[in-house]
């Protein structure tokens, strides 16, 4: 492999840094550690300067309703950007920076609920697209850098654990909303739509409305539940006190529920350590393959390229997920969705109308 010179140096000053993290366990009997030599600092990371470069090129900048909400990937020449979906506004004014400061509107094309992955398509020709490496190249302990449209990666790390698929547990709940309404059940993608319900929590909103395991919910206020991303959202955006009404299919038969969410109990809401040092993504987990990095990544700085040290991307930052945890969705599964995503088979669902409030009944 031919490595360049200023590439050399990148791996001999994160090598360095290498045995300084090996000796943390002997800190108490050695001098404190240089700043300078830990890795967040400007001087380190401006040694990445090579590595980010050329993806720095097919890096933007997206907003969404005139804010930053995410970073997004070129993937085509012909202005084919890929993003975080849950961070924009699916039918709102969305918006692509490239790093030459040019901005062009962007239209939402496609949408993979599931990777939480959104397809972009704007009017410009020419474009950078990223080059992509397999991700199991991306060995546990190798350097990785977070990528950004300018000269400086956002940050830096390593593999902290190889591509993996999803295992029940092994993932943060896909949305916590510490003052969202809970409703007290597990949940999985229904065939033909829908989410099925998998467990239901003992003393919940859902036991006490009478919710059973294999109750496929179709409707929540009236409104389609596409899937358990969905049905999650939709819970999420109401509070404890509120009672909602749900449509669902048990035994192939139509029913009708009303349920009343409470707060979510206190054993549910995480490892309160898990929200130390840096803003966790809304959307964290529940991804069905990943690629585990250490990088400090903030939610807003997801849907940027993770790169090696050969400025390959291995994957797509996707989430940060906890005090040392970030999320990248691998390479291969990137690619392999592009051409789904284009295709217009996974279009978002259209924008439903807001619910209208009835007016009040005066008091006599």
């Known amino acids: 492999m031919k490595v360049t010179l200023c590439k050399r140096g990148v791996m001999a000053a994160v090598v360095a840094m290498c045995l300084l993290s090996t000796s943390a366990a002997r800190a108490q009997f050695s001098p404190p550690v240089q700043a300078d030599l830990l890795r967040n600092n400007p001087k380190i990371i401006k040694l990445f300067k090579s590595v980010v470069a050329d993806p720095s090129e097919s890096t933007v900048r997206v907003k969404s309703n005139d804010k930053d909400a995410a970073l997004g990937t070129i993937v085509a020449a012909d202005g084919w950007v890929i993003t975080k979906a849950s961070e924009l506004k699916l039918h709102g004014k969305n918006v692509v ?62 593999i902290s654990v190889a591509a993996r698929d999803y295992k029940p547990g092994d993932q943060p709940p896909k949305v916590l909303a510490k003052d969202g309404g809970y409703l007290g059940v597990g949940l999985e993608d229904a065939d033909g739509g829908g989410a099925k319900i998998n467990q239901v929590s003992p003393k919940s909103p859902a036991e006490k409305a009478g919710f059973k395991v294999n109750d496929v919910v179709t409707h929540i206020n009236d409104k389609k539940v596409l899937g358990t991303e969905s049905m999650i959202n939709m819970i999420q955006k109401h509070k404890p006190g509120d009672e909602v009404t749900i449509k669902f299919k048990r ?20 490892n309160p ?14 991804f069905p393959r990943i690629l585990q990095h250490d990088t400090v ?24 997920a906890g005090r040392t945890e970030s999320y990248a969705i691998p390479s291969e599964v990137v690619r392999d969705l592009i051409p789904q995503l284009m295709s217009g088979q996974l279009a978002p669902p259209p924008e439903e109308p807001e619910a209208k409030t009835p007016p009040k009944k005066e008091e006599k």
């Open 297 to 320: 990544i903030k939610p807003a700085d997801c849907g940027g390229p993770l790169v090696d040290l050969d400025s390959k991307a291995v994957g797509i930052n996707i989430a940060r």
């Open 97 to 158: 920076r490239l790093k030459d400061g040019r901005e062009y509107d962007a239209k939402v094309v496609g949408v993979k609920d599931d990777y939480d992955l959104a397809l972009l398509k704007i009017d410009a020709e020419e474009l950078k697209p990223i080059i992509w490496r397999d991700s199991k190249e991306a060995k546990v302990g190798r350097w990785v850098a977070s990528v950004a449209p300018g000269e400086d990666p956002v940050a830096i790390g390593v």
């Open 273 to 286: 350590q898990e929200f130390m040092g840096s803003a966790l993504s809304n959307r964290r987990g529940g």
């Open 251 to 270: 035994d192939g038969k139509e029913m009708e529920l009303s349920a009343k969410l409470e707060k979510r109990p206190a054993n549910l809401l995480g």
